[in-house]
């Protein structure tokens, strides 16, 4: 359990500094060849490292929630603790991500926009 939340940790890290990389140099005047091939680079890099930061972190920290969980797998000291509550963050800003893409889809979908 340790290793996957640092394992999803380090993927979120990498999303965001291939993102912040990629995305450095694009600005209103980058010409469109260029930002698509930026959208491209985001795709194919950044993007699905944090849909294996969510798969990894999101169900592994729900687990964790429990405090027998957390002693069964060694969550007791100040490290591991500030590690989890990072990951929670995060966790629950993906399920935020994900709760208002389905609820902008479903309003889409049903006309409501």
């Given at each position: 359990?340790?290793?996957?939340?640092?394992?999803?940790?380090?993927?979120?890290?990498?999303?965001?500094?291939?993102?912040?990389?990629?995305?450095?140099?694009?600005?209103?005047?980058t010409?469109?060849?260029?930002?698509?091939?930026?959208?491209?680079?985001?795709?194919?890099s950044?993007?699905?490292?944090?849909?294996?930061?969510?798969?990894?972190?999101?169900?592994?920290?729900?687990?964790?929630?429990?405090?027998?969980?957390?002693?069964?797998?060694?969550?007791?000291?100040?490290?591991?603790?500030?590690?989890?509550?990072?990951?929670?963050?995060?966790?629950?800003?993906?399920?935020?991500?994900?709760?208002?893409?389905?609820?902008?889809?479903i309003?889409?979908?049903?006309?409501?926009?």
């Open positions: 359990m340790r290793s996957t939340q640092v394992i999803g940790l380090l993927f979120a890290l990498g999303a965001f500094l291939l993102g912040s990389w990629i995305l450095g140099g694009v600005d209103s005047e010409p469109a060849s260029a930002g698509a091939g930026a959208f491209f680079g985001l795709m194919i950044a993007i699905p490292c944090i849909i294996i930061s969510a798969i990894l972190l999101v169900p592994s920290s729900i687990q964790l929630l429990s405090g027998k969980t957390r002693r069964i797998h060694g969550f007791n000291n100040k490290k591991w603790q500030l590690l989890l509550l990072i990951n929670l963050v995060i966790s629950f800003g993906y399920v935020c991500i994900i709760t208002f893409i389905i609820f902008t889809y309003r889409v979908k049903l006309g409501l926009m």
